[in-house]
């Protein structure tokens, strides 16, 4: 197995506007009950925090769960953040039995992107981030095929060809568990052509996203549009999602559809699908990226 790096600088992250520095992001996701918005108000309030945007939802169901999402400015934040996450834990987490996260607005997240041969999806995310579209530093692009090589290095990423066959792919997703080394925070599936394992999917330790060309639950697995076709359907669509190791049943962040006619062969079918895939996956990566997406049993809560 022989996996060939072309390593360029990574492109230095967008700075964001002035002053953004200081924003923070708490997400909370905890057991349900009366009390919570004031006790992280109040937390807030006390360490000089000042709530810019705040958003909640409950599940309503007795025994439910209880999502939030903040958005607070703190001045000197950077050098603030790691005690103000040891505050939260023991004044707020521990009282609630929370999961919570707080991090600094501006740092954006480290994605690897993952693709075969359609490029449409890769290129699309590459342009949005180089433009600061997206709040991402793409820190590798990992390939089953060395044919999207010289589009990525005009962005200045580097590019993983990672061969992989069936007999392979364990050794394969091995150099490619070596290849991300931790360094990111988000992998994504661009019309990545290969299932990825269950050993794979628990040792990458971060979210996989994986944009389905159909619109889930119909026409999961492989060769949607041909199926599609077959059936005679009036509405094509793209679905982003969260990958798990049942192959396109993970809980779904984001759908969109367009009208087709019966004129429409496969590749007219391909051909207008690919406009929705890219601005699914687009508004997915954002949306998690943003602290926007909380998990709840196979859906997604989307504030
Ligand atoms: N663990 C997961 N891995 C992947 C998911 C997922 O949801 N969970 N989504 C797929 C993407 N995909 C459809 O969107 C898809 C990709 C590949 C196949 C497939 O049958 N692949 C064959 C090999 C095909 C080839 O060599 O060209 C295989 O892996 O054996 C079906 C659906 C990405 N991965």
Redesign the pocket.
């Given at each position: 197995m022989t996996a060939t790096v072309s390593r360029r600088p990574a492109p230095l992250a967008p700075a964001g506007p002035a002053g953004t520095g200081d924003i923070g992001r708490l997400v909370v996701s905890c057991p349900d009950g009366p009390g919570i918005v004031a006790l992280i108000s109040a937390f807030l309030h006390r360490h000089g925090a000042n709530i810019v945007q705040s958003d909640q939802f409950s599940t309503g169901a007795a025994g439910g769960r209880f999502m939030l999402r903040t958005e607070f400015h703190l001045t000197r934040l950077r050098e603030r953040l790691h005690l103000l996450r040891r505050q939260f834990d023991v004044e707020v987490a521990r009282r609630l039995g929370a999961e919570f996260r707080v991090r600094a607005a501006a740092t954006p997240a480290r994605v690897a992107i993952f693709v075969?041969r359609h490029d449409h999806c890769l290129l699309d995310l590459l342009w949005r981030a180089r433009r600061g579209e997206l709040p991402i530093e793409v820190v590798a692009v990992v390939s089953n095929h060395p044919d999207l090589e010289p589009d990525v290095a005009a962005f200045g990423t580097p590019y993983m060809h990672v061969p992989v066959t069936?007999a392979t792919k364990p050794a394969a997703e091995r150099v490619q568990l070596d290849l991300l080394r931790g360094e990111v925070d988000l992998v994504v599936?661009a019309r990545?052509?290969?299932?990825?394992?269950?050993d794979f999917?628990d040792r990458v330790g971060v979210p996989v996203i994986?944009?389905?060309?159909s619109f889930l639950p119909a026409f999961a697995?492989?060769s949607p549009y041909e199926r599609a076709r077959q059936r005679g359907v009036k509405l094509i669509g793209a679905t982003a999602?969260y990958?798990?190791?049942?192959?396109?049943?993970?809980p779904i962040i984001e759908q969109d559809v367009v009208r087709v006619s019966h004129r429409a062969s496969v590749a007219d079918l391909a051909r207008g699908g690919a406009d929705i895939e890219r601005t699914v996956l687009a508004r997915a990566v954002a949306w998690h990226c943003a602290d926007r997406v909380f998990v709840h049993g196979a859906t997604t809560v989307v504030f």
């Open positions: 075969s069936r599936l990545y052509m290969q299932i990825l394992s269950g999917l994986n944009i389905h060309h697995g492989a999602h990958a798990t190791e049942d192959l396109d049943e993970g």
